[in-house]
C-alpha cells in the first residue's frame, strides 16, 4: 500500500542533512510520496527503511508482459478502480481462440483472416493483440498448429494445452515469442510452474473462487513465478462481474498481493451479437485479457472502438496536432473550414470534406481537445483564437481568396470574426453530414 508523506517521514533518518537536494526531511518525504524523486536520494537511509519503501512503492496490480519487441501486450500495473479518478493505463488484450481441430488450410485461413482486424479511427491505429490456440486433439497436432501460428501471425499467443508433455513440445517452438501458458490449477500447480520458470513465461492461473486464486498464487509465488493471469473459468456473465470486481477491489484498496494481478475472461456465448456484448462488458469492469471465438470484422472494431474509449484519459481529450491540413489536390481556389483540435470533430468534418470529393484546405484551431460548443463556451474557439492560428499557419499564402467557412454552431461570432480577420465569413452547416452538400452549392 502506498504510504503518506508523514509515514515515509517516520523511517527517514530526520537529520535534515540536505544531501537529497532538500531542505528537510520532511520535503523529501513529501516528494517520494509524490513519486517526484527516488529513495536513493537518501545516503542515511537504513536498510529496514529501505526495504519498507520499495515494498510500499510496488504497484498494486501486477505488471505482466505478454510477447516480446513491438507488438508486446503489457497489462496491469493499474492504480484506479475507477477511470474518472485518474485513468486506466493499459488497455486490455482483445484476442481470439482457434481450435487445433481445424485443418491446417482451415487454421491458416482464419490466422489471415485475424491479422486483418485493424482499423483507423480518430487519427489512431486499432488492433487485436492476441491469438489463443486450444488443444482438442494429440500432441502433434496441438504442435502443428502452434507452428502454423507462429509461422503466419506477429501477434501475441497464448497457449491453451490438454496436457503438460503438449505444452513443452509447445513452448520448445514458442518460447521466443514468450506466449501466455493456460492453465495453473490446484493439480497441476507444482509440475507447471517448473515448465514456466524453464521457458521464462507468464502463467494462467484458474481457480473457481478468489479464496482457491489467493492460494495457488501464494504457492506460485513461492516458486519464483511473478507474472501471473488470473482466471476464475466459466460463470454467468454477472458471476464473473463480481469476480472481477472483487479481484480489483481488494488488490487496489484492500492491499491484497495475492490477488494482485490481471484477469482474464473468456467469452461463453455462441450467438456473435451477445459474444460482443458479452465481451465489451468484461473490458469495461475489469478484465486484461478478453478472448472471443467469433472474428467477425464488426466484432473487433465495436471491441476495439470500446477500449480506446475507456482507455483514453477521461481529462485530457484526444486530439490532433493544431495546423494548415490540405484535403485532396488543392489548389490556391480551394474553399477553407475551421474546426477544433478535438480529434472527433477533426475527423468527422475530415471524412465529409473527402466525400465531397472537393479539395479543400481545414484549420484546426488549438482549444485543448474541446469540440466546437465546448470550446466555444470555454472561450477557447473565439474570433481571437481563430485569427491568431490564421495567421500562425499563414493561411493567406495558402489561397489567393479570403472567404472563410465557420461551424453553423457558433454563426453567432460571424460578424466579430470578420473585424478581427478582415475575411468574409461565410456559416456552414451545423452538422459535419451537411458539408458535402454545402461545398458543393459553394462551387
Known amino acids: 500500500m502506498a504510504l503518506s508523506g508523514l509515514d515515509i517521514y517516520k523511517l527517514l533518518p530526520k537529520t535534515n542533512c540536505r544531501e537529497c537536494g532538500f531542505v528537510t526531511c520532511l520535503a523529501f518525504a513529501m516528494q517520494l510520496a509524490k513519486k517526484a524523486v527516488s529513495i536513493d536520494k537518501c545516503p542515511s ?26 507488438k508486446r501486450l503489457e497489462i496491469g500495473n493499474e492504480t484506479v478502480l475507477f477511470r474518472h479518478e485518474e485513468k486506466f493505463h493499459r488497455p486490455c488484450g482483445i484476442g481470439f481462440i482457434i481450435d487445433d481441430n481445424l485443418t491446417d488450410e482451415e487454421i491458416k485461413k482464419k490466422i489471415n483472416k485475424i491479422n486483418q482486424l485493424e482499423f483507423e479511427r480518430v487519427g489512431q491505429s486499432l488492433s487485436v493483440n492476441l491469438l489463443a490456440i486450444k488443444q482438442s486433439g494429440g500432441k502433434e497436432k496441438f504442435v502443428k498448429a502452434v507452428e502454423l501460428i507462429l509461422n503466419n501471425t506477429k501477434l501475441n499467443i497464448i497457449l491453451m494445452p490438454a496436457d503438460l508433455d503438449s505444452l513443452k513440445a509447445a513452448l520448445e517452438i514458442s518460447r521466443l515469442r514468450r506466449p501466455l501458458v493456460c492453465y495453473a490449477n490446484a493439480v497441476n500447480a507444482a509440475e507447471i510452474a517448473k515448465i514456466a520458470k524453464e521457458f521464462n513465461v507468464p502463467l494462467a492461473v484458474t481457480a473457481a473462487d478468489l479464496d482457491g486464486l489467493s492460494s495457488l498464487t501464494k504457492e506460485l509465488n513461492n516458486q519464483g513465478i511473478s507474472e501471473l ?12 462481474i463480481w469476480d472481477l470486481t472483487q479481484i480489483r477491489r481488494l488488490a487496489l484498496k484492500k492491499s491484497n498481493r495475492s490477488l494482485g494481478y490481471p484477469a482474464m475472461v473468456i467469452t461463453g456465448s455462441s450467438d456473435p451479437y451477445q459474444e460482443v456484448i458479452e465481451a465489451a462488458t468484461y473490458i469495461v469492469k475489469y478484465a486484461g485479457i478478453v478472448l472471443l471465438k467469433g472474428s467477425e470484422p464488426w466484432q473487433a472494431l465495436s471491441l476495439l472502438t470500446l477500449r480506446q474509449n475507456i482507455y483514453t484519459d477521461p481529462q485530457k481529450p484526444l486530439q490532433i496536432e493544431p495546423k494548415l491540413y490540405p484535403i485532396g489536390n488543392v489548389t490556391d481556389k480551394s474553399p477553407v473550414l475551421v474546426t477544433t483540435n478535438f480529434s472527433l470533430s477533426y475527423f468527422t468534418v475530415l471524412g465529409e470534406v473527402e466525400a465531397s470529393k472537393i479539395p479543400a484546405y481545414i484549420i484546426s484551431v488549438d482549444t485543448e481537445g474541446m469540440s466546437v460548443l465546448t470550446a466555444w463556451a470555454a472561450e477557447k474557439f473565439t474570433p481571437e483564437k481563430i485569427a491568431d492560428s490564421m495567421n500562425k499557419f499563414a493561411v493567406e499564402k495558402a489561397v489567393s481568396h479570403k472567404r472563410l467557412i465557420i461551424p453553423g454552431y457558433v454563426a453567432m461570432m460571424s460578424g466579430e470574426m470578420e473585424d478581427k480577420t478582415g475575411w468574409e465569413i461565410i456559416v456552414g452547416p451545423k452538422e459535419a453530414a451537411g458539408i458535402p452538400s454545402f461545398l458543393k452549392g459553394l462551387a
Open 229 to 240: 493471469v488470473l482466471h476464475t473459468g466459466t460463470k454467468p456473465i454477472a458471476e464473473k
Open 45 to 70: 537511509l537504513s536498510a529496514e527503511a529501505k526495504r519498507i519503501l520499495e515494498a510500499s512503492s510496488q504497484p498494486p496490480i501486477k505488471l505482466v508482459i505478454i510477447g516480446e519487441a513491438d
